[in-house]
């Protein structure tokens, strides 16, 4: 099963996005180990909000607001994509990787497999 881990962080911690060098040393173990057993299958993180932009769709059409997005505490830092036999095991990694910040939300949400469509992914094979 893969999961989508995706973390937030306070924007206004100007450390978070700013980490120290031991922080990115543990980082760098934690993700190598993750890598090395076969489990991540692709990390990122992300520029700040005030370098984004929010573009959102209702009955009057399209609204582009550029970063950064005051409205939000927390916003997305990055995401972690994995591949584990349950959601026990992504929640067991989403904590291992929350414990190497001081302050952070980590969302583990499961990603569609084509198996999960059923009988709809079948009758477009035929």
């Known amino acids: 099963m893969r999961y989508l881990m ?13 980490p120290s060098p031991e922080f990115i040393d543990k980082m760098g ?3 190598g180990e993750v890598q090395a057993s076969g489990a991540l299958l692709a990390a990122e ?3 700040q909000s005030k370098e984004g932009a929010l573009i959102r769709k ?3 059409g399209l609204t582009v607001t550029d970063g950064p997005f005051t409205e939000a505490r927390e ?3 990055g995401f972690a994509l994995v ?4 959601k026990a095991e992504a929640i067991q ?15 583990v949400r ?3 497999e084509e198996e999960d469509f059923g009988a709809v992914a079948d009758s477009q094979d035929a």
Not at 6 to 18: G, Q, R, T, V
Not at 93 to 107: I, N, T, W
């Open 29 to 31: 173990a934690f993700m």
């Open 45 to 47: 993180g992300v520029h």
């Open 58 to 60: 209702d009955a009057t």
């Open 93 to 107: 990694l989403g904590q291992r990787f929350a414990d190497l910040f001081p302050q952070v939300s980590v969302e």
């Open 110 to 112: 499961r990603v569609f």
């Open 75 to 77: 916003v997305i830092g």
């Open 83 to 86: 591949e584990v036999a349950d």
């Open 6 to 18: 995706i973390h937030k962080l306070d924007e206004s911690l100007p450390e978070a996005w700013n």
